[in-house]
């Protein structure tokens, strides 16, 4: 599957990955302190909620996951079928996020979690966008994956086993990408506050637009 991939999808993962990163930093040192990329520590805080009986906290959790769901259900509406075609709504789904990301820091900026709802929101749109062309082969949200593929492949180098190069490039690109996105949405927040958010807005828009530009120029 991966080699099959065109140039313009390896960059535009390594794009997606940065901005997820960026956004996910800007949720942790936002008054809320919370992810929004993933829902892992989202849902064990979820259940810790539900075992002390914290209505409040139940509901800002479940709002979180459930805006994320909903997103990737606006992109797989969208999108509809799973083939990586040249011509299919992605930079639809890509100005969609953008416009979240664009509202989402009014919103953080009053300590509202409705910034939180729309940011997480955003990245269920770009997960379902990415996850429905790559044939859930690549996740660019989040990187526990990567991180235990990355691990398979260093064993089984180790045996001497047969391992696909072109999955650890994937790997190594996703994980570079999210981290180096959260050292810039660090350096930007302390310099921005939440409208750190205005950058990978921006970035997705870009892309998007590059899209659209592709798209019109490159047989499908």
């Not at 942790?28 to 009986?53: D, I, W, Y």
């Not at 526990?144 to 696909?164: C, E, H, I, K, P």
Request: glycine share 10%; aromatic share 12%.
């Amino acid at each position: 599957m991966l080699s099959k991939l065109p140039r313009w999808i390896w960059i535009g993962i390594w794009v997606l990955a940065f901005v997820a990163g960026a956004v996910n930093v800007v949720g942790f040192l936002c008054f809320s302190h919370q992810s929004v990329t993933h829902l892992t520590g989202t849902t064990s805080m979820l259940g810790a909620s539900l075992g002390t009986v914290n209505m409040r906290a139940m509901v800002r959790y479940l709002s979180i996951l459930a805006s994320f769901v909903f997103g990737a259900f606006v992109s797989g509406y969208t999108v509809r079928d799973g083939a990586l075609q040249l011509g299919r709504q992605y930079g639809v789904i890509m100005m969609a996020e953008a416009l979240l990301l664009y509202i989402s820091p009014h919103l953080l900026a009053h300590t509202s979690m409705w910034g939180i709802y729309l940011a997480s929101c955003a990245c269920g749109l770009q997960n379902g966008m990415v996850t429905n062309y790559s044939g859930a082969v690549v996740r660019t949200t989040h990187v526990s994956g990567m991180f235990t593929d990355l691990g398979l492949f260093l064993g089984n180098a180790l045996r001497g086993q047969v391992y696909d190069r072109r999955r650890l490039q994937m790997c190594c690109l996703v994980i570079s990408g999210f981290l180096l996105g959260g050292v810039a949405g660090s350096c930007l927040f302390s310099v921005l506050g939440v409208f750190a958010l205005y950058v990978p807005a921006t970035i997705v828009l870009l892309a998007a637009f590059s899209y659209f530009s592709y798209a019109s120029i490159i047989p499908s």
